[in-house]
């Protein structure tokens, strides 16, 4: 019976999303990384500097890139005057490559960030978004999603609570991270 119940309730977490990557793109070629400012659709406010903190920190422990440190990136979107750092124009992506010698800048939305309730049980959840432009040409090469965390079966059942926010910020990012490496 339990074994049932958690098969069942495997099956009813979200998980990734939609993923799009350019055949034509070398991913290999990516060496430095810009991470632009996220956009925050979340009622709380500060969701996105911290899932933008999250997401930095895990594509520098891939090994796999060098990210860009956020101060620099600030001072690049200031030199660039970028009017709308977490949305940039594909000129203002292609201005920005050179100054921060980056070859790619990665925008993000941050869909749902906090607790979410469904009858008497609660849990947090993430939902993001991440698009990567290839700095020389402006094109989008990247693009993918993912939604971590919510209320299953077990929490109905049970009354859980499910796991810590960074828990499930970190678990989100993580999908995010090895989907890029696919």
Do not use: H
């Not at 990136?73 to 940039?88: E, F, S």
């Not at 939604?147 to 970190?170: A, Q, S, Y």
């Amino acid at each position: 019976m339990v074994a049932v119940l958690m098969s069942i309730s495997a099956c009813a977490s979200p998980g990734a999303g939609e993923k799009y990557r350019d055949d034509k793109m070398d991913f290999g070629a990516i060496k430095n990384v810009a991470i632009m400012p996220f956009v925050n659709l979340s009622r709380d406010q500060s969701a996105a500097d911290r899932v933008r903190d999250v997401f930095v920190t895990a594509l520098l422990a891939s090994g796999g890139v060098y990210v860009i440190p956020t101060g620099e990136v600030a001072r690049g979107v200031g030199l660039a005057a970028i009017q709308n750092p977490t949305a940039p124009s594909t000129a203002e992506v292609i201005k920005l490559g050179p100054i921060l010698k980056a070859d790619a800048v990665v925008t993000g939305v941050v869909r749902e960030y906090g607790e979410l309730r469904s009858g008497s049980a609660t849990a947090n959840v993430v939902s993001l978004s991440l698009q990567m432009f290839e700095a020389q040409s402006g094109r989008l090469v990247w693009s993918t999603s993912t939604t971590k965390g919510g209320v299953g079966i077990m929490d109905r059942l049970l009354g859980g609570g499910g796991d810590p926010m960074n828990g499930v910020t970190e678990k989100a990012i993580k999908d995010l991270v090895t989907q890029f490496y696919e």
